[in-house]
């Protein structure tokens, strides 16, 4: 079976840190191009970065350019997002998502075009 499982969410006060992985079972993610995606309540899905399957293209919302870092550890299979400095208006479940693309090096915004999707890590911004 397919799966993505995100992990890495929580409670955390403002200026705080947090780390996200990412992490694929049953299939090995070397050359999927992957996103990160949020949703807060009351809010449309947004995406928050993205980066090619080689790990050679990365992409930031620009809410987050700057906080943020994504990054690939295939040995692993698993992707990571860092979040640094982290504001109260980064509230939100965070979700990965998998795609392959035809060109290898592509990064993806547009969610609907990911084939594979985690179930969400909540994570919450506030003093």
């Known amino acids: 079976q397919l799966q993505l499982v995100e992990s890495g969410g929580g409670l955390v006060q403002p200026g705080g840190s947090l780390r996200l992985s990412c992490a694929a079972s049953?299939?090995?993610?070397?050359?999927?191009?992957i996103g990160w995606f949020r949703q807060a309540p009351g809010k449309e899905r947004e995406v928050v970065s993205c980066?090619?399957?080689?790990?050679?293209?990365?992409m930031y919302a620009d809410s987050v350019k700057g906080r943020f870092t994504i990054s690939r550890d295939n040995a692993k299979n698993t992707v990571y997002l860092q979040m640094n400095s982290l504001k109260p208006e980064d509230t939100a479940i965070y979700y990965c998502?998998?795609?392959?693309?035809?060109?290898?090096?592509?990064?993806?915004?547009?969610?609907?075009?990911?084939?594979?999707w985690g179930q969400g890590t909540q994570v919450t911004v506030s003093s």
């Open positions: 998502a998998a795609g392959l693309w035809r060109v290898q090096a592509a990064c993806v915004r547009t969610g609907g075009l990911y084939g594979y």
């Open positions: 049953g299939f090995t993610l070397d050359n999927y191009g």
């Open positions: 980066i090619s399957g080689g790990g050679g293209t990365t």
